[in-house]
T-cell receptor, first 116, second 113 residues
Framework: AQKVTQAQTEISVVEKEDVTLDCVYE???????LFWYKQPPSGELVFLIR??????QNEISGRYSWNFQKSTSSFNFTITASQVVDSAVYFC?????????????FGKGTSLLVTP | ETGVTQTPRHLVMGMTNKKSLKCEQH?????MYWYKQSAKKPLELMFV???????ENNSVPSRFSPECPNSSHLFLHLHTLQPEDSALYLC????????????FGPGTRLTVT
């Protein structure tokens, strides 16, 4: 069975601090995809990144960076110089192949609060 | 309209009512999904439609009935719901053939009284 664990339920930081959100996954598939989504208070899930299992290069997008470590089955997300607008719930997800298409298995999410 | 839209945004219904949630995607995708997000559980996949054919229903109670008349529209018909069905219902769409990212609508906040 597929599983995504986000051990941090809530994190609180002060603006400009760096923060890392952890994600550990379990899968028996050799090919799989990992995702991060942001859910601000408005409720809509916003796609941040997709990473396939064959690409272990770290990725940086502005203040966001992702560290994919296949050896430890982790896909961690770091926000550098956090801002108040980063306050949201962040979800890590793992793709699951269906008979036709894919679905996403989500972790329970990490609630990030950035205070001024 | 762009992206994925959902109506209504908020819905309060009694246990004997019948209502429907609507989702529309303007992204040219050919797969659509219903997810349930409640306070006590992570996001749960309810239904998947691929090319308008239902491929997964994830053991959802029959009081939830999905309908996908075309690749752009998805409905969730609700009847005789229970208070524990109160949750945020999210619709998403994606390309079918690979594990492309899913794009989500803003959700419908449902309260069953």
């Amino acid at each position: 069975a597929q599983k995504v664990t986000q051990a941090q339920t809530e994190i609180s930081v002060v603006e400009k601090e760096d923060v890392t959100l952890d994600c550990v996954y379990e899968t028996r598939d050799t090919t799989y995809y990992l995702f991060w989504y942001k859910q601000p208070p408005s409720g809509e899930l916003v796609f941040l990144i997709r990473r396939n299992s064959f690409d272990e290069q770290n990725e940086i997008s502005g203040r966001y960076s992702w560290n994919f470590q296949k050896s430890t089955s982790s896909f961690n997300f770091t926000i550098t110089a956090s801002q108040v607008v980063d306050s949201a719930v962040y979800f890590c997800a793992l793709s699951e192949a269906l008979n036709s298409g894919y679905a996403l298995n989500f972790g329970k999410g990490t609630s990030l609060l950035v205070t001024p | 309209e762009t992206g994925v839209t959902q109506t209504p945004r908020h819905l309060v219904m009694g246990m004997t009512n019948k209502k429907s949630l609507k989702c529309e995607q303007h992204l040219g995708h050919n797969a659509m999904y219903w997810y349930k997000q409640s306070a006590k559980k992570p996001l749960e996949l309810m239904f998947v439609y691929s090319l308008e054919e239902r491929v997964e229903n994830n053991s959802v109670p029959s009081r939830f009935s999905p309908e996908c008349p075309n690749s752009s529209h998805l409905f969730l018909h609700l009847h005789t719901l229970q208070p524990e069905d109160s949750a945020l219902y999210l619709c998403a769409s994606s390309h079918r053939t690979e594990a492309y990212e899913q794009y989500f609508g803003p959700g419908t906040r449902l309260t069953v009284t």
